[in-house]
């Protein structure tokens, strides 16, 4: 079967720095995308990795390690806003975005 | 704001109705995705369209069927209703439907099946 686990939820301070983990495992992988979504909000796309790395944008990062079947999205200085559900989703041989259950971020003052 | 419209934002019902729910792609989008998100779950995959054609299906039930029309938009009909379809249903489009693209998701229609 096809899967992806990631933590329930993370807990941090403004000014922190967190690390969101994604392991998959999906026949076939075409790519690694992150995306955000606030309490009654729709997703917002954040990134994407193909290839073996780190990708940066801005305060937030991802990186992809297909070897290990395992990515990461990191973000840095965080803010209050930041506190939202993050998903990393996985595109398998299928043609189908198969998506994480996410990651419940909440950042505290 | 994505770009891609969903009608209606809200809808309640009765289990047994059927309802139609309606998405319009971001401009120059060619494809289309449906998802559906319970509480508290992650996004499930339903079916993906391209230029009017099915392009990729997920775990779409058999009461559940969709199309998109030559104008793009799509819709996505729900027969036989059950509590268990009351969640959030999403529409997203991307320009070509390519597995590298980002999705742009619209605002999500809320439906409650009483």
């Known amino acids: 079967g096809q899967s992806l686990e990631q933590p329930s939820e993370v807990t941090a301070v403004e000014g922190a720095i967190v690390q969101i983990n994604c392991t998959y495992q999906?026949?076939?992988?075409?790519?690694l995308s992150w995306y955000q979504q606030h309490d009654g909000g729709a997703p917002t796309f954040l990134s994407y990795?193909?290839?073996?790395g780190l990708e940066e944008t801005g305060r937030f990062s991802s990186f992809l390690s297909r070897s290990d079947s395992y990515g990461y999205l990191l973000l840095q200085e965080l803010q209050m806003k930041d506190s939202a559900s993050y998903f990393c989703a996985v595109r398998g041989d299928t043609d189908k975005l198969i998506f994480g259950t996410g990651t419940r971020l909440q950042v505290f003052p | 704001d994505s770009g891609v419209t969903q009608t209606p934002k809200h809808l309640i019902t009765a289990t047994g109705q059927r309802v139609t729910l309606r998405c319009s792609p971001r401009s120059g989008d060619l494809s289309v995705y449906w998802y559906q998100q319970s509480l508290d779950q992650g996004l499930q995959f339903l079916i993906q369209y391209y230029n009017g054609e099915e392009r990729a299906k997920g775990n779409i039930l058999e009461r559940f069927s969709a199309q998109q029309f030559p104008d793009l938009h799509s819709e996505l009909n729900l027969s036989s209703l059950e509590l268990g379809d009351s969640a959030l249903y999403f529409c997203?489009?991307?320009?070509?439907?390519?597995?590298?693209?980002?999705?742009?998701f619209g605002p999500g229609t809320r439906l409650l099946v009483l």
């Open positions: 997203a489009s991307s320009p070509r439907g390519q597995l590298q693209e980002t999705q742009y």
């Open positions: 990795n193909a290839l073996d």
């Open positions: 999906t026949s076939g992988f075409y790519g």
